[in-house]
């Protein structure tokens, strides 16, 4: 079996995997991070989005071998010890999750939403989450936890600027 | 302390750090010592003869444990998948309720039927094994749409025609009357379509043996426990609840689809002594498609009798229900007591009859999803009003108006059973109206039509039956079980407080919900109060959470249970206090002796509860923990008004919703933003069905929309955001005056969305649209009318 060698939220981590092992089964199984959902199986819903090399990705579409060196951020490595991300704490303060299965993704979504467009309109938000499907929410509350998030990540970025 | 965490205040979830932080603990997310994954091998046919299955092959496949069939299932004389609501039919025979075995034994009724359980070391390994179990099945004729059911091929060959059952409700002869006095008849045909649930967390289960004790337990992704306890140890696999511990921990959304007991629960739980390691079982979604229990498919006829002016003076419907292959646990109920039964809508329509036949086809069974039966009678009320009103050249709201149910008529008694409590049907109207803006609307279509589209506002005024149930109304209805609900306080020596709730949140929030209850009532900080659910080692007896009742009937069970507490720890106050139990009050978590300064916080009288030194046991005992059970004396009747407001491309037939405004009488509300947050969720569901959702079958039975690609689930970019607020009649028959919330949404909204449609259409001459009314069903509905407009 082949191994494979990445850093997931920080930390050096290496595996034997199955070749056909996908990315969020090496992260739920291999490395008990089962924050990173699996709502489907066709790479739609998006519960499974991770950070690669600072992108979001669906890791249900990618092999665990392919991640090989990469290095990787799950929902468990979003927040700063118990000090959530600013994303987190802005789906909390709007109440943007109810059942909190696709919650991870919306947040790994949403906040590289921000790193390529820092102050998004609704529109931008709503076409962003295209590939993240909630069943819960109506979606309304998400998007005004991304839009708060964003205003709160602006002001860190500021802050840490001035 | 009460107006920071008690009942009016949006105070933020307590659950969700655990989920936005990723420590949610979903079954899937459980890993047992030892533990083997199941794979199940499910029917590619819609109908067919199992000659044989042959397994040899795949028993020698690396990484398997065990394989079973339905023989071995039959064999060790496991029970059918039971139905929970007895239906009498008409004539006074009971419904038709054919065996559903958990495993198939010689014939499949439906694409995703299961066959077989392969047991392997990995899922992989599962799957490539089951890969090599040789199945010899004889194809037949399969029965697929319910408008044809009658005719098809048979399901089972002891149900005649396909019929489960032929059920009546109302008044036929009155209706009958009535219509013989009409002024104007409106009829109408409608479908409302088949749906897949969908939540978001797929099923999942977790069968364990422990061999030390005998006592099994099963992890699974349910909304109710204890019902899945008491449905598969006492029918199903004939295991005695005191041997049998139910688990489900965090759940990811239910929608009424982790209701109902599946067979693949008995399965894994029936396995597990077997292997002699626990087996893990994780539904893939298109699984899901083909396994979890659908939603709505009925197709019905209604007439409405109006007078001249508009009044109406009797309804009668007849109205087809699919049930599917089998009888999922509450198939039976909802397209009758949760459907006919809500017909007369928030109007004072005298006279109503409704005949409801249901079916067998070969499909995936079908119960209740959000709104069960009563988004249905919704639809059907909604679009006739409507049309009604078109026919007669009358407005639409006023008809409205006109037939509401007066506010000074409640307690309501319709003609179809039920009788409202309360209801205020003209205030949830003018709030809407006001905030949807109605009187901008025409300026607002005018200048749509300056950019080529059209714009619709349509109207939909509902009422619903929820806070499930009396249970000497349901037991009386054929319900085979009791819905009400029990709670647990436990008071801590410390002053924290532990409730043990039979509803089960997968979603809701009652951790935070529950929580300002008690905050309120004992006066203790919400970081005090712990809510416990979902485990039935720890909570005593539960009926879990569907048609919107976790407040209503568990929230009440909650406060009986602290009334109960907070006149104990009254005793134990007076006795420290040496005084009367008469004169001590308590209030905001303090205990007083009117006329003095004696005083005694909620927690001293707690830790006092736990070190009674001297306490006259004769009167007294010591600990600080009490039990209640509720049963609701009625349902309770959210209402309200949607209104809806699209525009439509004619040149594509593209529909966008551009407004969508709810107020809703939902009672008493403990937390405003967890309220509205479920009615946008419901909104939703309802706009998903009117637009994008649809389950489809191919005539041989084939699920054509088995997977995201196929069935339109809604994406953020199909709604706008969403106006909502709430007007308030109070439940009369419940403490809190609550109603329920869960549901109202996705019961109001999809005849606001087709009323909307249809208003924009109405300028091309389009008078009908069925559900959804996707881009190609709108254009070809304007083309259409165009054609017939030039051949006139």
Known sequence: MPTVSMTVNGKQVSGEV??????????????LLTGTHVGCDTSQCGACVVHVDGRSVKSCTMLAVMADGASVTTIEGMASGETM????????EQHGLQCGFCTPGMVMSAVDLVAVNPDPSEAEIRHWLGGNICRCTGYHNIVEAVRDGAARMRALGKAAAE | MSNVTGIGVSVKRKEDKRFLMGRGNYTDDIARPGMTHGYILRSPHAHAKINAIDTTEAEKAPGVVAIFTGKDMAADGVGSVPCGWLITQKDGSPMNEPAHPPLVVDRVRHVGDQVALIVAESLAQAKDAAELIEIDYEEMPATVGVASAATGPLVHDEVAGNLCYDWEIGDAAAVAEAFSKAHHITKIDVTNNRLIPNAMEPRAYIGEFDKGTGEYTLYTTSQNPHV????????????PEHKLRVVAPDVGGGFGSKIFHYAEEAIVTWAAPKVGRPIKWTAERSESFMSDAHGRDHVSHAELALAEDGTFLGFKV?????????????????????????????????????????????????DAYRGAGRPEATYLIERIVDKAAREMGLDRVEIRRKNFIPIDAFPYQTPVALQYDSGNYFATLDRAEDMADVAGFPARKAEAAKRGKLRGLGYSTYVEACGIAPSAVVGSLGARAGLFESAVVRVHPTGGVTIFTGSHSHGQGHETTFAQLVSETLGIPLENVEISHGDTNKVPFGMGTYGSRSLAVGGEALMKAM???????????????????????????????????????????????????NFPHDQLEPGLEEQAFYDPMNFTYPGGCHICEVEVDPDTGVTQVVGMTAVDDVGNVVNPMIVHGQIHGGLAQGIGQALLEECVYDESGQIVTGSYMDYA????????????????TECTHNSLGVKGCGEVGAIGSPPSVINAVLDALLDVGVTDISMPATPAKVWAAIQGAKTAQAAE
């Open chain 1, 18 to 31: 199955d070749a056909r092992k996908l990315l969020v089964e090496f992260l739920r199984e291999n490395l």
């Open chain 1, 85 to 92: 991300h600013p994303m987190q704490e802005a789906f909390r």
């Open chain 2, 228 to 239: 899945i306890r008491l449905l598969m140890g006492a029918f199903v696999l004939n295991i």
């Open chain 2, 318 to 366: 007849e109205t087809t229900a699919n049930m599917g292959a089998y009888l999922s646990t509450f198939a039976t109920s909802v397209p009758t007591y949760l459907y006919a039964t809500l017909l007369a809508g928030v109007y004072k329509t005298p006279a109503i009859h409704c005949n409801v036949k249901s079916y067998f086809t070969n499909t995936v069974p079908v």
């Open chain 2, 563 to 613: 009334n109960k507490v907070v006149e104990k720890a009254r005793k134990i106050a007076a006795h420290v206090l040496e005084t009367a139990v008469e004169d001590v009050d308590f209030k905001d978590g303090v205990f007083t002796v009117a006329g003095t300064d004696k005083a005694m916080p909620f927690a001293q009288v707690a830790l006092t509860a736990y070190v009674p030194h």
């Open chain 2, 713 to 728: 689930m809604p994406r953020a970019d199909a709604f706008p955001s969403f106006k909502v607020d709430n007007c308030v």
